[in-house]
């Protein structure tokens, strides 16, 4: 790995202590205007700062985000598909690497789906996203997903983020569960967890709290923090449970309340 994506990984995730807070606002690429993310630039600009990078597609960057906050962003380069669609896995790459350069991305996010119909078709564009990757020292971040039919559990959590890492992804995002120190162990990437819905607060600091305690390089949050009522304390709570080491109820009445 050469000196431009190792630099590029430690804006991401920090050497200080190995962690990260990432937030997430690419759920309108297959979802529309997601609650909370009606107005981008109104709701997402007083997060920014207690972020360590966003996760984003190139038109809301282009459009909502100011060119002069110094953020690290991790660019959404795959889509497709909607809400519509019963499959959600028949995903193609939407973005050259060229134009994630020219929008000065630290790192790309692409999505594969195992179990799914399109399996083949999410890791072989992994492949093809980590070989032009490598090309130009960017790091590829894959999130993944499961089929339908199967639990979000040990089993098909650590098929999952291993066949990611295997493939070559830089950092791998899924899922938690029970038993997650496991799916770790056997991934030699940094993983970072999804928040996932909307739950209650309490509970969203108990995830990243667990995430964090069990492995995980950190969490990529996106509803938890954007749909929660005081979405600046949350982001900071969230930071500090990573970042901080704060127990989760210690963080929700410091500095959620």
């Known amino acids: 790995m050469d000196y431009g994506m190792k630099n590029r990984l430690a804006r ?19 979802m529309g205007p ?7 630039d109104k709701s997402i600009a007083p997060l920014l700062g207690y972020a360590d990078s966003l996760m984003l597609t190139r038109g809301i960057l282009r459009s909502k985000i100011d060119a002069g906050v110094d953020i690290p962003v991790v660019l959404r380069v795959s889509g497709g598909t909607s809400i519509l669609k019963d ?23 692409l999505s594969i789906f195992i179990g799914s119909k399109n399996e083949k078709q999410g890791i072989i ?11 130009y020292g960017i790091p590829v971040l894959a999130v993944t997903a499961v089929g339908r039919e199967m ?12 066949i990611a890492a295997e493939t070559g992804a830089n950092i791998v995002k899924t899922y938690y569960c029970d038993g997650f120190e496991r799916v770790v162990e056997t991934c ?10 909307k739950i209650g607060e309490r509970d969203a600091l108990e995830l990243a709290y667990n995430a964090v305690k069990y ?28 970042h901080g080491g704060l127990m989760p109820e210690e963080a929700y009445k410091k500095i959620y309340l």
């Open 87 to 109: 499959d959600l896995s028949d995903e193609d790459i939407t973005v050259s690497m060229e134009d994630a350069i020219r929008l000065n991305a630290s790192a790309v996010a």
């Open 215 to 242: 492995g995980a390089a950190g969490v990529d949050m996106g509803r938890n923090i954007f749909q929660s009522e005081k979405p600046v304390n949350m982001i900071k709570a969230v930071r500090a449970v990573v």
């Open 12 to 30: 991401i995730i920090k050497p200080e202590d190995g962690r990260t807070v990432m937030l997430a606002i690419d759920h309108g690429y297959f």
């Open 188 to 197: 030699p990437v940094p993983i970072v967890v999804a928040g996932g819905k």
């Open 34 to 40: 997601t609650s909370g993310l009606e107005n981008v």
């Open 125 to 135: 564009n992994l492949a093809k996203l980590v070989n032009k990757g490598y090309e």
């Open 151 to 162: 639990s979000r559990d040990v089993r098909y959590l650590s098929l999952s983020v291993r």
